[in-house]
Nanobody, 125 residues
Framework: QVQLVESGGGLVQAGGSLRLSCAAF????????MAWFRQAPGKEREFVAA????????YYQDSVKGRFTISRDNVKNTVYLQMNSLKPEDTAVYYC??????????????????WGQGTQVTVSS
């Protein structure tokens, strides 16, 4: 019921900034929650941030709180992840995810039904 198209990944130096975008093409007018996950080689996919589509409530992993900001543009139907003060430890494939829900479904990947293809973020020192 929703197609996710990601962009904005790339290579950046430590301490720099990068903004990821996720365009959501909804097939219905249902309420969705949008989220970002990331997965480094050899590690499990982990939750990064989430935002409710209507209310704009946000949720963050503690390690990125204060550095990353998730936001949405209801006119463009796009969710953003602004990443500042990037560290080499942030290097991973970042995925956009969505779920048909009115409230935060949790930080587990299985709670989200729709996923983008992923975009590589590499932070060099």
């Amino acid at each position: 019921q929703v197609q996710l198209v990601e962009s904005g990944g790339g290579l950046v130096q430590a301490g720099g900034s990068l903004r990821l975008s996720c365009a959501a093409f909804r097939r219905t007018f249902s309420t969705y929650i949008m989220a970002w996950f990331r997965q480094a080689p050899g590690k499990e996919r982990e939750f990064v941030a989430a935002i409710t589509w209507s209310g704009g409530s946000t949720y963050y992993q503690d390690s990125v709180k204060g550095r990353f900001t998730i936001s949405r543009d209801n006119v463009k139907n796009t969710v953003y992840l602004q990443m500042n003060s990037l560290k080499p430890e942030d290097t991973a494939v970042y995925y956009c995810a969505a779920d048909r829900a009115d409230t935060f479904p949790g930080s587990r990947s299985w709670a989200y039904d729709y996923w983008g293809q992923g975009t590589q973020v590499t932070v060099s020192s």
